[in-house]
């Protein structure tokens, strides 16, 4: 990956974290987290991989993104002074339920042991 391409990974994660934290509304509970940005090689397209707590929450969570993802996009392009600016899509990140999951698992094993 090219150090452009990593760069604005880093550049629209924090700018896209800092709108979701001021300007959305999530369901009462949920902590949305965005875990990683992957832009493709000729800036075009931006995958934002999003962790949601309670995991139960992210379907919700998805379609209000997917809702937002115009308003969202304009605020991007607003902030970001470069051209192009990627086209954002949302996906939820597997790997963190996973990591959550085994975390739960060995936290019943500490508790079963002592």
């Not at 875990?35 to 949601?52: K, W």
Request: charge should be positive; hydrophobic fraction near 40%.
């Amino acid at each position: 990956m090219s150090k452009k391409v990593e760069k604005v990974n880093s550049l629209i994660q924090r700018e896209l974290g800092s709108i979701l934290l001021k300007d959305v509304e999530f369901p009462q509970g949920s902590l949305v987290t965005i875990t990683r940005v992957e832009t493709s090689i000729d800036l075009i397209n931006a995958r934002v991989y999003i962790s949601v707590l309670p995991q139960e929450g992210a379907k919700r969570v998805l379609e209000i993104l997917g809702k937002l993802v115009f308003f969202l996009q304009k605020r991007i392009n607003k902030r970001l002074k470069m051209r192009p600016i990627p086209k954002i899509r949302f996906i939820e990140e597997k790997e963190t339920g996973k990591a959550a999951r085994i975390e739960s698992i060995l936290e019943d094993i500490r508790n079963q042991e002592g």
